[in-house]
């Protein structure tokens, strides 16, 4: 790695505090100049999958910047070799039965301290919290006494020695399909008061939109983490302490991989005291990530300015999605102007509707899916000297941020090739 010279934290913090200054970055280049600062030492991660399909786990192994090979052997820089160790993760971990279950007792004791806890997949009531008789087999790891260990008591366990918290893909962060509501409920069949889901499934986080509370508000444990995200507390650089703890999610169905690895060489480098936390928004995302709606980025908002909208979902043209269901106005997700996997992909880029999958209340709240929003209508185009003047004073707004940010740029660049 090339030497650089070494700034200031509190310089760093100030360069890379701006959410729209950092989205701007190259991300590798901005990491790179953290981890030229790393001290020695190592980070772990506990990688927990409860309620789910793997397919964020399927996404991460898709990630192509870096890919899961370069971060499983410690090569790639934006955790340096030696600094991450991934202790477990059910999936691609050799270990199995017992020991897989002591490098889960070996996090709750402290012996990895400190380990960064990612949970993949929707965590259903178990019977310690209320829920009704036999719920602990919803979801659980491994068994105690001839008992099992519920998903929710593993959390319980490893929330107060976590050092952060990340949730990757919509189950995890809001709860997701599986927290879907019971249309029609089957007379004597057990209920759970969690969420109106089978199984009474949360995600970590609260679901504003369907008014489900998660973990973050149902576990006692998970009280600094609750203070962190409600903005009772803050944490500056490698500030780690029990009483305030970071949690952010990355959701999506699934997650990307890209995104899930930045997010969490982010919060990794966080608690080496390296980079500051993201900037989050509304519901926990790093708006370096998040930022910006699927519609702003969509590489057919030319057609929806124009007013071309396709008459059928499968139609095979260049035409806005909108008309047949596209979800993209009220979603946030950067994933159709970057691609998936390569710079490929992408569901609008492809030709498929943005059903909401990085929203709460996914999906419940955006079914049917090929069913239009009832709210913009879909435009003619623009109309009328009013509009043509807000564009105009956006345009312009957009022109001096740029040039600001470039600037910015400019003066990081100077300072890190000295």
């Known amino acids: 790695m090339t030497n650089l010279p070494n700034i200031s934290r ?62 499983l052997g410690g090569s790639f820089h934006l955790v340096g070799p030696g600094n991450v160790k991934l202790a477990f993760h059910e999936t691609v971990m050799p270990e199995w039965g017992e020991g897989a279950l002591d490098i889960l007792r070996a996090a709750v004791t402290g012996k990895l301290d400190p380990f960064v806890l990612v949970l993949e997949g929707s965590f259903p009531q178990d019977e310690k919290a209320g829920g009704p008789p036999g719920s602990d087999y919803y979801c659980y790891i491994g068994d105690e006494n001839g008992k099992p260990i519920s998903c929710v008591e593993w959390m319980r366990r490893l929330l107060p020695r976590a050092v952060a918290v990340v949730a990757v893909g919509n189950c995890a962060s809001y709860g997701g399909l599986v927290a879907n509501k019971v249309i029609e409920r089957v007379q004597g069949l057990p209920q759970s008061k969690w969420s109106d889901s089978p199984t009474g499934a949360v995600g970590f986080f609260d679901d504003p939109i369907r008014g489900i509370k998660g973990l973050v508000s149902q576990l006692p444990e998970a009280e600094p983490f609750r203070k962190f995200i409600s903005g009772q507390c803050s944490l500056k650089p490698g500030e780690i302490r029990a009483d305030c703890r970071p949690a952010v999610a990355v959701p999506g169905c699934p997650a990307n991989g890209n995104g899930q690895l930045r997010t969490l ?13 993201p900037e989050l928004d509304v519901y926990w995302r790093p708006k370096f990530i998040y930022g910006a709606t699927v519609h702003e980025q969509c590489p057919r908002a030319g057609s929806y300015a124009a007013g071309d909208f396709r008459a059928y979902p499968g139609e095979n043209s260049y035409k806005c999605l909108y008309a047949v269901g596209c979800k993209g106005p009220i979603s946030n997700c950067p994933w159709n102007k970057l691609g998936w996997v390569n710079g490929v992909g992408g569901p609008t880029r492809t030709g498929g509707v943005c059903i909401g999958c990085t ?15 009832q709210a913009p209508r879909v435009p003619s185009g623009l109309e009328g000297a009013a509009a043509v003047a807000a564009l105009l004073a956006g345009v312009g707004l957009a022109y001096w941020t740029s040039k600001n940010i470039e600037k910015k740029k400019e003066e990081v660049t100077k300072e890190v090739k000295g």
Do not use: H
């Open 10 to 71: 509190r310089d760093f913090v100030k360069l890379a505090g701006s959410t729209a200054f950092l989205a701007s970055l190259n991300w590798d280049e901005l990491v790179r100049l953290a981890v030229a600062q790393a001290q020695s030492g190592s980070i772990n991660i506990v990688w927990f999958e409860a309620q789910d399909c793997a397919g964020n786990t399927t996404a991460l192994i898709q990630a192509t910047e870096p890919d899961l090979i370069d971060v």
């Open 265 to 277: 060489a982010a919060l990794v480098l966080w608690a080496k005291g390296l980079l500051p936390l």
């Open 359 to 373: 929203m709460p209340g996914f999906t419940d709240a955006y079914e049917p899916f090929y069913k239009p929003l």
